[in-house]
């Protein structure tokens, strides 16, 4: 019934079922994902008044429901942005949920759960309209970044300049005192080196 999409990995169609209205994908190696997406296969769809929140479980932080993002027949899928937006409950305890019993972290990569639980719109509706206002707004707000010390938008394009400025200059390191023309020809798996020590 559902897909799962790690931006820069392959499909994952192996949900397990917990019971008839909850369902997991392990997510492994989770410290190095940004980006998943989450969406309904078109092969059966929710029954008539039904949706499906989707939650994040992280081992040891708990469990959060994924931004204001609520699948359903009218929108059968959402992107969610992982890193940087899961916070610990205030309590530093853990959320219980149908989610947690699945998740362990017996080595030095952390596998997380992306959980999905299917329950009356209503219901879904009421859940999301709960969320804390700073969840909702780093979720609706992913893509507009903002000055952190100024509260006001940041300039695109100043940023894009800043971005590439800083691979110009981690390009231009390994040159071994060559000049960079237009025609130099730059390694992907240096770029590859760049774009993980930036993010």
């Known amino acids: ?113 992306l959980g999905l639980a299917i329950e009356p719109l209503e219901s879904v509706i009421a859940q999301v309209a709960t969320l804390p206002a700073n969840t909702i707004n780093s979720t609706l707000n992913a893509a507009a970044p903002t000055s952190s010390s100024l509260g006001r938008p940041v300039d695109a394009g100043a940023l894009a300049e800043k971005i590439a400025r800083h691979l110009f200059n981690y390009v231009s390191g390994f040159a071994g005192g060559q000049s960079i023309g237009p025609d130099s020809a730059v390694p992907m798996s240096l770029i590859a080196r760049w774009y993980e020590t930036f993010t």
């Not at 994908?25 to 296969?41: D, T």
């Not at 989707?54 to 009218?74: A, C, T, Y």
């Not at 959402?78 to 959320?95: D, E, H, V, Y």
Request: hydrophobic share 40%; glycine share 8%; with cysteine.
């Open 1 to 113: 019934m559902f897909g799962c999409c790690v931006a820069g990995r392959l499909l994952q169609t192996n949900l397990q079922q917990i019971d008839e209205t909850h369902a997991l994908f392990e997510i492994p190696a989770a410290e190095k994902v940004n980006h998943v997406c989450v969406f309904l296969l078109g092969t059966i769809p929710f029954p008539d008044g039904y949706g499906c929140t989707v939650h994040f479980f992280w081992p040891g932080k708990g469990s959060q429901i994924l931004g204001m993002r609520v699948l359903s027949n009218e929108k059968p899928s959402a992107i969610f942005r992982l890193r940087s937006t899961f916070s610990a409950p205030a309590s530093g305890m853990s959320t219980p949920s149908a989610f947690t019993s699945a998740a362990s972290s017996t080595t030095g990569e952390v596998t997380a759960i």
